[in-house]
Each structure stands twice: as C-alpha cells, then as structure tokens.
T-cell receptor, first 113, second 113 residues
Framework: KAGVTQTPRYLIKTRGQQVTLSCSPI?????VSWYQQTPGQGLQFLFE???????NKGNFPGRFSGRQFSNSRSEMNVSTLELGDSALYLC????????????FGPGTRLTVT | QQQVKQSPQSLIVQKGGISIINCAYE??????FPWYQQFPGKGPALLIA?????SEKKEGRFTISFNKSAKQFSLHIMDSQPGDSATYFCAARITGGGNKLTFGTGTQLKVEL
C-alpha cells in the first residue's frame, strides 16, 4: 500500500501571500490530521478531518484552514503568510476507529521570506 | 495540563547499550500513548504504543514502561544500533479528543560505534 503523500514537498512564499498544501491519505483511511513542526514549538496539532467534516481544531489563528474531499484527500490553506509560519507541515492519516494509529507523510517544508 | 514533558533533549549511547527516554504528563484524560521515530527529512513513524491499563509493552528491541500512578512512561531501546539514531517523540491522546495527539518536545538519539 502506498503511504501518505504530500505535495509539494518544498515551497517558498513571500510574507502576505497564501498557500495551499495537499495530502493524499493511505487508501481506505478516512481520517486526516495536520500538524505543524518547528524547532521552537515542536509538533503542534492543527486540525483533523473525518468524512469531509472538521472534527477537531488546534490553537491556531483563523488564517489556517483546511478541508477534506469525498475521496478523503485533504488540503490546508494558510492565508496572509507570516515569517513565523515557516515550518514543516505534516499530514497524518488513520483508519476509522483506529485514530490512535496515525501514519505520517513526509511533510511539506514551507519557507516564508 | 495538556502538556507532555519529555527528557532528555539529547542522548548519546554506545552501540549495544540501552537507550532510555522518559515522558511525564498531568492530564489523566489521556488514554493512548504512542512513540514516534523521525529521521531527517522524513515524517514521524509510529514505533510502539501503550494504553494506561498496561504496565509494559514490548515489540522487538523496543519496550514501553508505563507508571499510571506517577503519570510517567518511558521508551527503552535495547541493544541500540547506529540505525536507531533519530529523533524520538512521545505523544498522548485525550479520551474523546478525536485523533489529536499532544507531542513531547523530542529526544535526539545518537548511537555511536
């Protein structure tokens, strides 16, 4: 089975721009979670989607948003980028009822200049 | 109360030795405690996990010890190998919190020959 894929792998944006990141979960996985990883704050939960509905949200400003499609693929969007948004954005997927076993993708490295 | 405290921040172990990483938590609503291994340029990979009703779980060279009364759990890597050199994260999930994981700050392990 193919693992979680994330595109693009690397991205450079300018402050004030917006960005969309994509995540394709493992086939059959309906839950997708997003995390931000930075050297200073570590791994922080952004939000979780299940069957196209946001089920959980972390403590991030409204500039961070996401959605999930009927095929379980997910996107996250960050508007009005700030320098502090530079991070590795990780997507994780899990089977329904086995959310405790999350499988992470390789991440998208976002650099904001 | 949502935090998971992890120590040490970094660890150097000789090949064949035992690597021990510790985590502590306050929130008794946590119901699942996974450990993740992350290599540079990769997403975290689920290593082993435990529920609070179990005191120990072993998978190959990896063992989790769980002390519910002390609200502490630890990862032991027996016969540590250079290939184990990576960053290790403990995490915890809250009962009824969906699939949101709260992560420790990570331990950089280096296994020397």
């Amino acid at each position: 089975k193919a693992g979680v894929t994330q595109t693009p792998r690397y991205l450079i944006k300018t402050r004030g721009q917006q960005v969309t990141l994509s995540c394709s979960p493992i086939s059959g996985h309906r839950s997708v979670s997003w995390y931000q990883q930075t050297p200073g704050q570590g791994l922080q939960f952004l939000f979780e989607y299940f069957s196209e509905t946001q089920r959980n949200k972390g403590n991030f400003p409204g500039r961070f948003s996401g959605r999930q499609f009927s095929n379980s693929r997910s996107e996250m969007n960050v508007s009005t980028l700030e320098l502090g948004d530079s991070a590795l954005y990780l997507c994780a997927s899990s089977l329904a009822g086995k959310g405790y076993e999350q499988y992470f993708g390789p991440g998208t490295r976002l650099t904001v200049t | 109360q949502q935090q998971v405290k992890q120590s040490p921040q970094s660890l150097i172990v000789q090949k064949g030795g035992i690597s021990i990483i510790n985590c502590a938590y306050e929130n008794t609503a946590f119901d699942y405690f996974p450990w993740y291994q992350q290599f540079p340029g990769k997403g975290p990979a689920l290593l082993i996990a435990i529920r609070p009703d179990v005191s120990e779980k072993k998978e190959g060279r990896f063992t989790i010890s769980f002390n519910k009364s002390a609200k502490q759990f630890s990862l032991h890597i027996m016969d540590s190998q250079p290939g184990d050199s990576a960053t290790y994260f403990c995490a915890a999930r809250i009962t009824g919190g969906g699939n949101k994981l709260t992560f420790g700050t990570g331990t950089q392990l280096k296994v020397e020959l």
